[in-house]
């Protein structure tokens, strides 16, 4: 019983390994080619819904007490606008919102916030959409040079229409 119940584990853990990213290289080069298709619509989606686009530092922040539906406030010193008004600081509301996946995309969404990190934020009717860290700790398939290309180039065909 003991061995079925270790290989049942070992067995499980190799699913979960498999499931994020330990794939043979073409296929994971296919599957990340995929995600990053569905990364860069969901930047050009985005982008098309947000009021504002800009990458900037966090220089205050409050969080609601866990299990509150309250927003938190968060304060951020603007280094460069990709979309919307130019403003050295702003002011947004924010819900933290994890989701953990082994697809990037569908974590595309998550917001929260550090002390002094920076990051590229998504806002809309005051409040944030997206961020993420466009700081030393920022990874994956989805490099912020391209981010920022892909929100400008949306903004430009917004405002082309």
Not at 19 to 48: F, M, N, W
Not at 136 to 147: H, Y
Request: glycine content about 8%.
């Amino acid at each position: 019983m003991r061995r079925l119940a270790m290989a049942m584990s070992v067995s499980l853990g190799l699913g979960q390994a498999l499931a994020c990213g330990t794939h043979p290289a073409q296929e994971q080069a296919k599957i990340d080619a995929q995600e990053l298709g569905k990364l860069q619509g969901l930047v050009r989606d985005s982008a098309r819904d947000a009021d504002a686009v800009f990458i900037g530092t966090v220089s205050a922040l409050s969080q609601s007490a866990a299990g509150s539906k309250a927003p938190g406030k968060v304060t951020i010193a603007v280094s460069e606008t990709l979309k919307g008004e130019a403003m050295a600081v702003r002011h947004a509301e924010w819900v933290a919102a994890f989701t953990y996946s082994c697809q990037p995309s569908a974590m595309f969404h998550n917001v929260g916030f550090r002390p002094g990190g920076r990051y590229i934020v998504y806002l809309r009717d005051g409040s944030v959409t997206r961020s993420e860290a466009a700081d030393d700790l920022r990874s994956g398939l989805l490099p912020l040079a391209q981010e920022r290309d892909l929100i400008r180039d949306a903004s430009t065909r917004e405002s082309d229409s």
